[in-house]
């Protein structure tokens, strides 16, 4: 345990020095919010929903986008250099397991995105008067799993990427997709037939749409597969990545 908290704490120091880490996690969707708020307001519109305006349903989506940068475009690329630049090599060189490793960066991306989401929320509630219809520890189960489902992706990018660069490119292969079909930049209810099949692909758009149920305070009926979907593609992402690791 102590091993675990000494490296979270250099895994934390070491994300503090990478900007675009940074950029996207904490302030890139904040300027997403302060700009589609500018946009469109947030008073209900009983054309749309009578009771949410957009902002309203747009917070837990861009929560989303918040795990999901952290995910695909920090995680793959911070692991993959730490292991170019032979890091990872000496990390080797001690008794520490693979797991203990992981579950230490994990534990720092799952706290500084948790960050990230608390300054969104407060800042939409700040300039926005944002309504929240659901239950405040049900949305915390929610982000819970949403992360360690995206997260588990990130680490199999990162178990498998032999290099930053690949990892990079992969990483944004899967973000930018992920980010315009999975309902977070745009209503999924917009797309035609065909690209609804491709959002049922991505994880991204489960997890938008559990966040957004709990968000309006949906019955269990409503979100119930979802999230059990989100936790079983967590555990298989989880243990494989754990399985794929190596360190140089």
């Keep these: 345990m102590r091993s675990l908290k ?10 503090m020095r990478e900007p675009m880490a940074l950029f996207f996690t904490l302030a890139f969707p904040g300027m997403l919010l302060l700009l589609f708020g500018a946009i469109f307001g947030n008073d209900p519109d009983p054309n749309f929903s009578p009771e949410y305006g957009f902002i309203d349903l747009e917070t837990p989506a861009l929560i989303a986008i918040i795990i999901a940068s ?10 993959s250099a730490m292991r170019e630049h032979k890091v ?3 990390f080797r060189a001690t008794p520490l397991p693979s797991f203990t490793f992981i579950t230490a960066d994990l534990l720092m991306n799952y706290i500084v995105t948790l960050i990230g ?3 969104l929320i407060i800042m939409a ?14 949305l915390w189960v929610a982000f819970s799993a949403s992360a360690l489902t995206a997260f588990s992706v990130g ?20 973000f930018f997709p992920n980010l315009f079909l999975s309902g977070a930049a745009f209503p999924t209810d917009l797309f035609p037939e065909s690209l609804k099949r491709i ?19 949906q019955p269990w009926s409503e979100y119930g597969a979802t ?22």
């Design 155 to 174: 680490y199999l990018i990162a178990a498998l990427s032999p290099t930053a660069r690949i990892a990079q490119t992969v990483g944004m292969v899967l």
């Design 199 to 217: 959002s049922d692909l991505m994880p991204m758009t489960y997890m938008v749409s559990l966040l957004q149920d709990i968000w309006l305070g």
């Design 88 to 90: 990872l090599r000496r």
């Design 70 to 79: 952290s995910a695909f475009m920090g995680i793959p690329i911070a692991i």
């Design 125 to 138: 509630f700040m300039f926005f008067d944002l309504r929240f219809g659901g239950s405040w520890p049900l």
């Design 227 to 248: 999230l059990l979907i989100l936790l079983a593609t967590a555990s298989a992402g989880l243990f494989l990545a754990i399985r794929l690791f190596q360190w140089e």
């Design 117 to 119: 989401t608390l300054l």
């Design 6 to 15: 000494k490296l979270v704490l250099v895994q934390t120091k070491l994300f």
